[in-house]
């Protein structure tokens, strides 16, 4: 068994592709190996960031009557990090023509050790044995590709920057919450009792609120983003507006594309 890193991009947004070789697949299936049992090694994303995959053959519930080849994966920083992930499973044959996957949804937050990614129904043990020409190879070796995108919402950094800015961060929560009645937004995430409405095009900028909004009709504009504590996604969605030319941060105007800067604000915004 291995894991080989193949491709790592060190950008906020991490895309890291691993490839989980499991040797003698097939014994693993059979009993007396007990549901619950799994294979598991570690990785590394980038210095300060690493993670654990585990592999459970016959799944993690005792109590199904079908076995499922099950993944469960976690991510850790060191740092005083929010961590968001994304996860892809798949199987793929060994003619490239027919893969088994699963996507995650959407990113969800892994803040502490004890979060992690749990794709406790994959695809079913049953289901891999029966194709075993086209996935299990020479000594029953079965790869899994994951493709695990990782976010870092580096909260210390935010806290440096809002003492600079705190007068405009402040009036810019206020404004997220609708309570000056200055905007008109085009969209709005909703975390249980919580609300924040916002502009499609500033939020954009930000990898994570991009990728909630991606693949959605373009005319939706309510996202119901469970997986998120609230504190966290206000700060992603103010950190867009004070990073998006879109937005002035003096007169406090949203501005389509290809409008001219209202003020002077472009000299210490970049507006």
């Known amino acids: ?33 007990p549901r619950r049992f799994c294979i598991e090694n570690d990785f590394e994303i980038q210095e300060g960031i690493e ?57 969800r937050l892994l803040h502490s050790r004890e979060e992690v990614w749990d794709m406790s129904k994959f695809t079913t043990t049953e289901n891999v044995l029966q194709q075993t020409e086209k996935f299990i190879g020479t000594m029953g ?6 493709t695990l995108s990782v976010h870092l919402d580096r909260t210390a950094n935010r806290w440096i ?20 009645g200055e905007q008109r937004f085009d969209i709005m995430f909703i975390i249980g009792k919580c609300q924040f409405q916002a502009h499609r095009q500033v939020v954009k ?37 004070m990073h998006s030319s879109l937005f002035c941060k003096r007169c406090f105007i949203y501005r389509k594309k290809g409008t001219k800067p209202c003020c002077d604000a472009r000299n210490k915004y970049g507006c």
């Open 51 to 107: 993670g654990t995959i585990r592999v459970y053959p016959r799944g993690t519930d005792d109590n199904m009557s079908e076995n499922w080849v099950s993944v469960v994966t976690s991510v850790r920083t060191k740092s005083k990090s929010d961590i968001y992930a994304k996860l892809d499973v798949s199987i793929r044959s060994f003619d490239g023509l027919e893969k088994i996957e699963k996507l995650s949804p959407d990113y």
């Open 205 to 241: 900028c930000d990898p994570i609120l991009q990728g909630i909004l991606q693949g959605s009709d373009p005319q939706c504009q309510l996202f119901d983003v469970p997986n998120f504590r609230p504190e966290s996604l206000e700060n992603l969605i103010i950190d867009s507006y």
């Open 141 to 146: 070796t079965l790869k899994l590709n994951l």
């Open 161 to 180: 920057s809002s003492i600079y800015d705190q007068p405009v961060r402040s009036r810019l929560r206020k404004m997220l919450k609708n309570k000056t």
């Open 1 to 33: 068994m291995s894991i080989k890193i193949k491709k790592i991009i060190k950008k906020p947004l991490l895309i890291c592709n691993i490839e989980f070789e499991m040797e003698r697949f097939s014994m693993f299936c059979l009993h007396p190996k």
